[in-house]
């Protein structure tokens, strides 16, 4: 039973510290998604890549987020400094041309 | 406006009812539609994808009406093990998916 697999499954940090959540596709997915969860916002898309050529990072706060994907086994996305208001719950989710998308457990990211 | 909206709910109904879910969206060009399940802390899983005729998959039936641009879910037999977020997500042909806020379901013994 293939999944998407994320780590680290919780994530306690202080505010401006970096954080690196990773992810693997599941296997043959050709497009990746990274979204963010809170209460009060709902899903939120932060980037997508196809083919590991990133397509959309419009939803992404430039200037301390960042999303690559070095190669096909491995999705990352950084935070650098982490913010209090970055405390949320990040999914990936992989696809086979973005339809169908399946979600991994994710990260429950909290910044102190 | 919104490009999908749905009733937050949260829908209470005793087990062995039956219950529909609208979902509304604005977008007319959107192509495709799905319906997501989203336990408490854990993540979107999904149910079932939406198509043009309606479709079936057990006790869950979808439906899809582009003239007046909603989706339907409609659960019929509820259990306990229904109750859950259902999330309401479509997309316009991109890869880029939609959701909506969730519709919360508590299924009652």
């Known amino acids: 039973d293939a999944r998407v697999t994320q780590t680290p499954r919780d994530k306690v940090t202080e505010m401006g510290q970096e954080v690196t959540m990773r992810c693997q596709p599941i296997?043959?997915?050709?497009?990746v998604f990274w979204y963010r969860q809170t209460m009060m916002q709902g899903l939120e898309l932060l980037a997508y890549?196809?083919?590991?050529?990133?397509?959309?990072d419009s939803g992404m706060p430039k200037d301390r987020f960042s999303a690559e994907m070095p190669d096909a086994t491995l999705a990352t996305l950084k935070i650098q400094p982490s913010e209090p208001r970055d405390s949320a719950v990040y999914f990936c989710?992989?696809?086979?041309?973005?339809?169908?998308?399946?979600f991994g457990p994710g990260t429950r990211l909290t910044v102190t | 406006r919104k490009e999908v909206e749905q009733d937050p709910g949260p829908f209470n109904v005793p087990e062995g009812a039956t219950v529909a879910f609208n979902c509304t969206y604005s977008n007319s060009a959107s192509q495709s539609f799905f319906w997501y399940r989203q336990d408490c802390r854990k993540e979107p899983k999904l149910l079932m994808s939406?198509?043009?005729s309606g479709n079936e998959d057990g006790r869950f039936t979808a439906q899809l009406n582009r003239a007046s641009q909603y989706i339907s879910l409609l659960i019929r037999d509820s259990k306990l093990s229904d109750s859950a977020t259902y999330l309401c997500v479509l997309s316009s042909g991109t890869y880029k998916y939609i959701f909506g806020t969730g519709t919360r379901l508590k299924v009652l013994a």
């Open positions: 890549f196809r083919n590991r050529a990133p397509l959309d």
């Open positions: 989710a992989s696809g086979v041309g973005g339809y169908e998308q399946y």
């Open positions: 939406v198509y043009s």
């Open positions: 296997l043959g997915h050709n497009t």
